[in-house]
């Protein structure tokens, strides 16, 4: 049984000020998340900006966070694509690396059917036999929903061992746990729905949030996970502004705008994102502020 842990972070691509990749502060700030919580690393995610890198920028950025934290957190290489023969080129050379697990989002744009989305990872999971695969689901952003019983179909291929679920639906979740195996890993891909779909049966979250609160993550789901169910949602509510904060805009332009408050020279998101408004930044740091993080 494949283990990616409890808290999985969609970690952040910095950028320099001549918008290139900011190798040096990514091994920083990998090595900081594995310090505080992190027990996985996703690297090229929607966090990490993947629309906007290229395959040589991922390609280096899987090195370098492999090497930051090598033997302290597991990396997960973001490698998919809309395109399958690009998705399969690119998981194949990230599974050279050794690397821990791939992400593999729904193809977007194309909106392809649901037997067309069980082919296309079903030909990403034989090309890399030995990698372990993660299914990223996230409708609002790829405008194709992966059904629950794809989803089942997928999980009786070995490697496909795991879905980072952002559907945004509790009933979706609940079918999901009821048509796939019990070491089938369901990850929530929000924050804010993580102690809830927790209770469904998933394992843990995969978060922009524990670039922040990494540590009282892992709190809240071991807490849960050991029946103190009150600690858990204490931790959860105290947490809430900031899991909404960090969505009042396009992700990651809030978080990047939250590391860069305490510190962190992440740079500002590439085109056609942009730095976060001053109006929404004033609100992101009340609340940065009000849980002692800035």
């Known amino acids: ?103 593999q989002v729904v193809p977007y744009y194309n909106k392809p059917p649901q037997a067309g989305l069980y082919h296309h990872f079903q030909a990403i999971a034989k090309s890399s036999p030995d990698l372990p695969l993660m299914l990223y689901n996230v409708p609002s952003r790829t405008g194709q929903n992966l059904q629950p019983e794809t989803v089942a179909r997928l999980a009786e291929i070995p490697n496909i061992v795991a879905i980072k679920e952002a559907s945004g639906s509790f009933d979706q979740t609940s079918q999901l746990r009821c048509l796939t195996p019990s070491d089938f890993a369901i990850y929530s891909g929000d924050d804010s729905f993580t102690l809830a779909l927790l209770a469904l049966g998933a394992t843990g979250v995969v978060s922009v949030a524990s670039h922040l609160v990494g540590t009282e993550l892992q709190q809240m789901i071991q807490a849960f996970q050991a029946g103190q169910t009150e600690v858990a949602r204490e931790i959860h509510l105290k947490l809430f502004p900031l899991f909404k904060v960090l969505f009042c805009t396009a992700n990651p332009i809030p978080l990047k705008a939250a590391l860069q408050l305490q510190g962190w020279d992440v740079g500002v998101p590439r085109p056609p994102l942009c730095d976060l408004p001053d109006e929404l930044k004033q609100e992101l740091e009340a609340v940065l502020i009000k849980l002692s993080l800035i």
């Open 1 to 103: 049984m494949v283990n990616f842990g409890r808290v999985l972070t969609a970690m952040i691509t910095p950028f320099n000020s001549e918008d290139s990749v900011n190798y040096e502060v990514a091994e920083r700030l990998a090595a900081h998340l594995a310090e505080k919580g992190t027990d996985t690393i996703v690297v090229c995610g929607t966090t990490g900006e993947s629309p906007t890198l290229t395959w040589d920028e991922e390609y280096q950025l899987f090195q370098v966070v492999q090497k930051a934290v090598a033997g302290k957190a597991k990396v997960i290489a973001g490698t998919g694509s809309n395109s399958t023969q690009e998705a399969i080129a690119a998981t194949q050379k990230a599974a050279k690396l050794g690397i821990d697990g791939s992400l």
